[in-house]
């Protein structure tokens, strides 16, 4: 089989895809979210065993990936949704942390340039409670990073459905070709 066969292209998105899952994995256990926790953990397993049925030849497991491709796709879209305030749901829900606690997307404090500056006690006497009144600036907004990596994640998975896709077509076509020789 050549180097670029959709055997092999399927085996890079995959690894693409547990690279990125990992990493985003990673981020919602610092957020506590989780909702995505769970969701990421199960994606990480399917895409292995996407990634082991193209390496052994396995259709069967490849098809799970296709089907597993759909709702991870649908849920990055939720994602999306979600960060954007869209369809009347809003980021300051709960419902990535399932209720249980009232943690958010790790971004949303940490992400890249975001400095916490204390605003100018003057304003603490407009205020009834003086309590600490904390502005944060950040280069990028926390919800944009989270609608990338989910845009990121759909940008993948379409790929990988494609050429999954492809993959289970010719393993057929392969083994066809044994039954008839």
């Known amino acids: 089989m050549s180097c670029c066969s959709g055997r092999c292209v399927l085996m890079f998105l995959c690894a693409l895809q547990l690279i990125t899952g990992v990493e985003r994995q990673v981020f919602d256990f610092l957020g506590y979210q989780w909702a995505p926790i769970l969701v990421n953990f199960l994606h990480i397993l399917v ?7 193209a390496v052994q030849y396995q259709p069967r497991y490849v098809i799970l990936y296709i089907v ?3 709702f991870w796709v649908t849920w990055n879209v939720f994602i999306c949704c979600l960060y954007l305030d869209l369809g009347g749901i809003s980021k300051e829900s709960n419902y990535l942390s399932l209720g249980l606690s009232s943690y958010h997307s790790w971004w949303k404090d940490n992400g890249p340039g975001c ?3 204390n605003l100018q006690t003057t304003r603490w006497q407009h205020l009834d409670s003086p309590a600490l009144v904390t502005d944060m600036s950040c280069m990028l907004e926390y919800q944009y990073i989270e609608v990338m990596h989910s845009a990121v994640q759909i940008f993948i998975s379409v790929l990988g459905f494609v050429f999954a896709c492809y993959v289970v077509n010719i393993f057929n076509e392969e083994e066809d070709t044994y039954l008839y020789k």
């Open 68 to 70: 597993w491709t759909v």
């Open 115 to 117: 400095e916490n500056r």
């Open 47 to 53: 895409v292995i065993l996407g990634l082991f049925g």
